[in-house]
């Protein structure tokens, strides 16, 4: 058995030339239907209005933590391991739509997306001149979903929804410049993958409760990150 490891890290070792650690972050913009509401009857609707598979996603922000292997007698080309976190509020109009939907005494919460994947690719990156490179990349994993939840109380009467974590395959593809073999800049397309968007709510009414669970549809998860690295 111990052999059997020793021959396990040589053999690693010798396919890689080094590793590097790098940090990211940046903006992220829904894509697709994650990023669009339902116009209808003059009023932005999303996924939590009643409108299926919309999200009414609104721009966030993103970080994360890449690690790339170097691979030994192949220039530029590593293999990557990377976990970001992503966030997404509901867009201006969503929350506008509530906000007119609710009297201003009334206390209400409204949800924000959190998307983290985990994921396992190779990366290449080609020299332009000494001090700037260019560099593609794919990789394949999981994203958890995470949706917080949404609350509204008023004199007599008041709700809570919470939502479930989803598990769903998913890929990012990207692109960018590297300077001084340090400092990076690039746009990554994220596919988080589709998912039921379950939720199990309670409501109180004049001294009365009830509690259901169910699901709102399908919804697909996907953005464009701008991101900076170091």
């Not at 239907?33 to 339902?38: E, Q, R, V």
């Amino acid at each position: 058995m111990k052999k059997n490891i020793i021959f396990i890290v040589f053999t690693f070792l010798s396919v890689v030339a080094f590793s590097q650690t790098t940090f990211r972050i940046g903006g992220s913009f829904p894509t697709g239907k994650f990023g669009d509401s339902k116009y209808y009857d003059g009023h932005e609707l999303s996924l939590f209005a009643g409108e299926k598979n919309y999200g009414g996603a609104g721009f966030g922000a993103m970080l994360g933590l890449q690690h790339k292997f170097a691979i030994n007698n192949v220039n530029g080309l590593g293999v990557i391991i990377s976990a970001d976190v992503i966030w997404n509020p509901l867009s201006k109009d969503v929350r506008e739509f509530y906000e007119d939907e609710v009297d201003d005494d009334d206390d209400f919460t409204l949800p924000h997306y959190f998307n983290v994947p985990l994921m396992l690719g190779l990366n290449y990156e080609h020299s332009l001149s000494s001090s700037i490179a260019i560099y593609g990349e794919g990789a394949l994993g999981l994203n958890l979903g995470f949706i917080t939840g949404l609350s509204f109380e008023e004199s007599s009467a008041e709700a809570t929804v919470k939502f479930d974590v989803s598990t769903t395959f998913a890929y990012r593809l990207g692109a960018g410049f590297v300077f001084n073999d340090k400092y990076s800049i690039g746009l990554s397309f994220y596919n988080l993958g589709t998912s039921k968007v379950k939720y199990e709510a309670e409501f109180s009414e004049n001294g009365k409760s009830s509690r259901e669970k169910d699901d709102l549809g399908k919804l697909t998860r996907s953005v464009l990150a701008l991101n900076f690295g170091c």
